[in-house]
């Protein structure tokens, strides 16, 4: 069988020893000065299992989370956020956005100096208190319960966060800004249509010229995003009012430079259902994919390729000079790098993998080159 595009095979070397210490421990180890604030966290739901059981869920995936912050509280980027043009006509123009030239304006004068906040060193017990009180108030008192059981709500409401942004109180923000929809007979699709007008989110080129992660109080302020942007704001507003939500994403296109994202929402049926910014929600995709992965909060790569229609193969290669169970990532040419898009393990000399992508989705998918 054939197969569309360009790939490669790189060997990863990692290893991993848990010496049979638990995840929890390991995560309240690496907190080391703010282990205090976890435990407290902890013992607040001592007495409630299914509250513990996500605050464990939290605590033992937080290593790896961190925040994406400017150095100087009078960085010039974020000075520039707060004055941000709203009108900007031809704003997917690199040479007519205005957003483009003023942060282009401000790289030639300043380095985007930022810091990587860790999570787990940084986080308080109060915060992690409230977003799981209130993450549970939203989900226990709708209607969402009868078809989100507690394994998807904690991957798809109970997170404090969707990507590197800043932490926040977005809960609150978002649902005084959407929670009045729920009185409402929409589906979660058309909720998130909803959203989608009233919260007034535009592309703009510019926004990928920002070197930091926009807040989700900030986005509800400018209304502009690069597409990251906007899939974040979409997801963190439906999590807000309750409903499961995340956010699907190609790391590297197969035929040219980039990536894309779009939303997903979890409806009464059970099925995830795709929402994209294009007319009526259409998630508008026009080139070759490799493959599709879901954000999860547990997991980095959530590989859910096979759930699109799609042409899918399985790649096979011969790798006799590797071990067993040594991770190997395949790429895909990405105009003038080699992207990883997948990692699988050797297993008997061999690495396979599985469900990639050979067609174009949702468009011209049935020539197999």
């Known amino acids: 069988m054939r197969v569309c595009g360009v790939y490669f095979v790189f060997v990863i070397l990692l290893s991993a020893c848990t010496n049979g210490v638990s995840h929890l421990d390991i995560a309240l180890q690496q907190a080391k000065h703010n282990k205090a604030e976890l435990e407290k966290v902890l013992k607040h739901f001592k007495h409630d299992s299914l509250k513990y059981r996500a605050a464990c869920f939290l605590i033992e995936n937080m290593p790896g989370k961190y925040s994406i912050l400017p150095y100087d509280s009078l960085d010039r980027y974020k ?32 380095l985007a100096g930022f810091s990587k906040i860790e999570d787990i060193k940084v986080i308080t017990g109060d915060y992690l208190i409230k977003n799981i009180e209130y993450s549970f108030k939203i989900w226990e008192n709708g209607q969402i319960k009868d078809y989100c059981s507690f394994d998807e709500f904690c991957h798809y409401i ?11 109180d977005w809960r609150e923000e978002g649902f005084q800004k959407f929670g009045h929809l729920l009185d409402s007979l929409m589906s979660p699709r058309e909720l998130a249509l909803r959203i989608i007008k009233l919260g007034g989110m535009r592309y703009n080129i510019g926004m990928t010229k920002y070197p930091y992660k926009q807040s989700y109080a900030e986005m509800l302020q400018t209304r502009w995003g690069t597409c990251d942007d906007m899939a974040a704001f979409l997801a963190l507003s439906l999590r807000a009012i309750g409903i499961p939500a995340s956010i699907d994403y190609v790391p590297a296109w197969a035929n040219r430079s980039s990536s894309h994202c779009w ?78 898009v997948a990692l699988s393990k050797v297993m008997n000399g061999s690495v396979l993998f599985e469900s990639v992508g050979r067609g174009i989705l949702w468009g011209d998918n049935q020539e197999l080159i």
């Open 79 to 110: 000075n520039f956020l707060k004055i941000i043009p709203q009108n900007d006509p031809i704003s997917w123009d690199v040479r007519y956005s205005k957003i483009w030239h003023g942060f282009d304006s401000i790289s030639k004068r300043q």
């Open 158 to 168: 109970l997170p404090y966060r969707i990507d590197h942004e800043p932490l926040s």
């Open 263 to 340: 939303n997903v929402v979890k409806d009464a049926t059970g099925d995830f259902i795709e929402v994209g910014y294009g007319p009526e929600g259409k998630n508008e995709v026009v080139y070759k994919i490799s493959k599709i992965y879901r954000k999860k909060y547990d997991i980095p790569l959530c590989d859910v390729t096979s759930e699109y229609a799609m042409p899918l193969s399985d790649l096979t290669f011969r790798v006799p000079s590797q071990k067993d169970k040594q991770l190997i990532s395949l790429c895909t040419f990405n105009n003038y790098d080699w992207v990883p």
